[in-house]
């Protein structure tokens, strides 16, 4: 990897590439881009000229030329530096190339490597970087190659016949791309017709697939960087010299469209950075990580296990069912404070549910369907339609002999199946079967504020207990949305008050909501300085809407429409507690663990001591074991350490005439003397502090 420590080199494996495939369709591309390129510059020239307005950040009013000045222009009219770091622009809200001609009176902000709008822009462009080498050293078909939607990297899929590529590829694939870097290659862009974007990638069935498949309105875009020439709707960053640090990270299989009935491609992931020293520090932080995947922890600790026999569903062993359980009991005892009521919902469904909510439309592929007495039925991927059949199980009204029916808060552990291909299984983090602590809340438009503002609380609550820091986004209607704009804007400022009141900075996505509703998205970063998506906050006018779920108002012959909020603040289960096991490095706290004491007794004198402690432990209701082996003392407290005890309670003869413990702390070597009252105490006072 480049920027990595030293390794011993390894010769590339040889291969064959389909030259004839590049030698037709490099020059090809790179032809027609040319002539439409000139075109279309030709044609700007002739309209350009206009003055323009272009408003900053700070409020300051710049000049330009429409069609004529681009961002990188104002840029340089700043300061040298900001030209020199400036990677990707905004005009009115959308992401625009700095090398590309304003247009019209506009609002303008830059962005660098240090923005999420810049990271991401610099890593997707990385990717065709990683594209052109894989192009030219293999003679691949492209498929896609965005940033990845874990915010640190990027990846490209292509279909390689029969080649299998592994880590012995990457060196002289890093060497291909740093050479892309070192030539400067400028990324350019330009808008062709759907006819020309056919001609243009003829020979590549994946991307004529894509082509074909976008809206007939759909503005059609191409990038070029060097012999690279590719469907993409940008932007990118002004030049490959950008990324000047960059390294293959894996390899692994792909389906086309993530359907197993398709084509088998080959997936590179990568990394960039503008310089090595960064680079470096990543690459030391994820070598970091893998000593503790949660996959190995998770046997190591003897907490859980999958089996050839049910892919994707896992085994949670005595251990593991511990911390599980007690993470359900952390969200349910929050529950009782928060006036969520829990239900129980059933595991399969008539396809016809389905049909009613969409799913069977948009989501069946990705559903376990089967026939029951010749009729099809679905195992459920999620608990939001079966929360619609309680709603609309009997009228609803927004107050009920005095008191209010709404908001309805409906909370369901129960357990849900999605059909996942077995080449996307990933541990814990991508599983076929798992539950959630999923809750949706029916309310009135007018209560969306307060039912916001309460869910942010319980996010923050959690999290803060978890050690996570979290970053939130909301992200706004989209460009094809169901619902009148009315209805959005006033959904739209009910998450803004909430969120400017809930204290925490925050973020806008523009048109980045759903389909049936805008959302806010919040992603944690553990102890290792990795993004996770686990919180959900979603508003659903939609499935009320399918459902035609109503309530009455003050008025009892009117009836309304409520809203539904989607709300997770777990996620999954199983996810959870792998990103858990991997933040707490396997050291779990002592209100989640598993192995909470053990007691050592010195010798078998005091052994008889050492089982009335343990009892007296295990009926105050904490996860404590014995050792009764005939170790000596040193070694028993060794293995506790290595075993992730948080307490060791050493007993002697001294101990067991006082009625005292001594105690350990898992990772210090002082130890105290402790009552079994004030021990008992202690441990109470550790687990309400959640510590």
Request: with cysteine; proline share 4%.
């Amino acid at each position: 990897m480049g920027g990595a420590p030293d390794a011993k080199p390894k010769s590339a494996p040889s291969h064959s590439k389909d030259e004839e495939y590049l030698s037709c369709v490099i020059p090809k591309r790179i032809a027609i881009f040319e002539a439409i390129k000139s075109e279309q510059i030709s044609h700007r020239r002739s309209i350009s000229g206009d003055p323009i307005k272009i408003t900053l950040l700070d409020g300051t009013v710049k000049e330009g030329r429409k069609w004529e000045t681009t961002p990188f222009d104002i840029a340089k009219q700043i300061s040298k530096g900001l030209a020199s770091n400036a990677l990707i622009s905004q005009v009115n809200g959308v992401l625009w190339d700095m090398s590309r001609a304003l247009e019209g009176d506009c609002e303008l902000k830059l962005f660098t490597f240090d923005s999420d709008e810049g990271r991401d822009t610099f890593w997707h462009s990385s990717a065709h970087i990683l594209g052109q080498a894989l192009e030219m050293e293999y003679g691949c078909k492209l498929c896609i190659g965005p940033c990845t939607t874990r915010g640190e990297g990027f990846y490209y899929d292509a279909f390689y016949g029969e080649l299998g590529l592994n880590e012995d590829h990457f060196k002289q694939i890093e060497s291909v791309a740093l050479k892309a870097v070192a030539e400067k290659q400028p990324f350019e862009r330009i808008e062709v017709s759907r006819n020309q974007a056919l001609d243009m990638f003829s020979e590549n069935g994946f991307k004529i697939e894509i082509i074909k498949d976008l809206p007939e309105d759909k503005t059609i875009t191409v990038y070029r960087c060097g012999p690279l020439v590719d469907l993409c709707r940008g932007p990118h960053i002004p030049n490959t010299s950008f990324a000047k640090a960059f390294a293959c990270l894996k390899a692994s299989s792909a389906y086309w469209r993530g359907n197993k009935d398709r084509e088998s491609l080959q997936r590179v992931y990568g990394i960039s950075y503008p310089d090595s020293k960064r680079l470096k520090e990543y690459i030391a932080r994820i070598e970091e990580a893998k000593k503790y995947d949660h996959r190995l922890l998770g046997v190591k600790q003897e907490l859980f296990f999958c089996h050839p026999h049910s892919p994707g569903s896992w085994f949670f062993l005595p251990h593991g069912g511990r911390i599980y359980n007690k993470l359900m009991d952390f969200i349910k005892a929050q529950y009782k404070e928060r006036g969520y009521h829990e239900v129980f919902s059933p595991t399969m469904y008539n396809m016809q549910l389905w049909e009613t909510s969409g799913h069977a439309a948009n989501y069946k592929e990705n559903m376990f369907v089967f026939e029951v007495e010749k009729q099809e039925f679905g195992l459920k991927p999620m608990n939001c339609p079966g929360h619609c059949l309680m709603f609309e199980h009997r009228v609803r009204s927004y107050r009920v002999d005095g008191f209010a029916e709404l908001p309805l808060r409906f909370a369901d552990f129960g357990v849900l199946h999605r059909n996942e291909a077995s080449g996307a299984l990933t541990g814990l983090t991508r599983v076929r079967r798992f539950q959630q602590d999923d809750a949706h809340i029916f309310c009135r438009e007018s209560q969306i504020k307060d039912e916001v503002m309460g869910v942010l609380d319980f996010i923050n609550y959690a999290y803060t207990i978890f050690g996570f820091t979290y970053e939130l986004k909301l992200s706004t209607r989209p460009d094809k949305y169901l619902g009148d704009p009315e209805t959005w804007d006033k959904a739209e400022a009910a998450l803004t008050d909430a969120l400017n009141q809930s204290g925490k900075p925050w973020e806008i996505n523009e048109g980045d909501g759903a389909f049936y509703g805008p959302k806010i998205d919040i992603s944690v970063s553990d102890a290792l300085n990795r993004k996770f998506q686990c919180a959900t906050l979603q508003l659903d006018f939609q499935l009320p809407s399918r459902f035609d779920l109503s309530y009455s108002a003050e008025d009892e012959a009117k009836r309304e429409r409520p809203v539904m909020i989607h709300r997770a603040i777990l996620g999954s289960v199983e996810r959870m507690f792998a990103i858990l096991l991997e933040h707490y490095k396997g050291k779990w706290p002592f209100w989640l663990s598993p192995r909470q004491a053990i007691v050592c007794p010195v010798s078998e004198k005091s052994q008889p001591y050492a089982l009335k402690v343990r009892d007296q432990i295990h009926q105050a209701g904490y996860y404590v074991d014995v050792d009764t082996t005939d170790r000596k003392i040193q070694k028993k407290v060794r293995e506790a350490q290595l075993a992730q005890y948080n307490f060791i309670l050493v007993v002697g003869e001294e101990e067991a005439n006082t009625g005292q413990v001594s105690v350990r702390v898992r990772d210090k070597g002082d130890h105290s003397v402790m009552s079994m009252e004030d021990l008992l105490s202690f441990f109470k006072s550790e687990t309400a502090a959640f510590h």
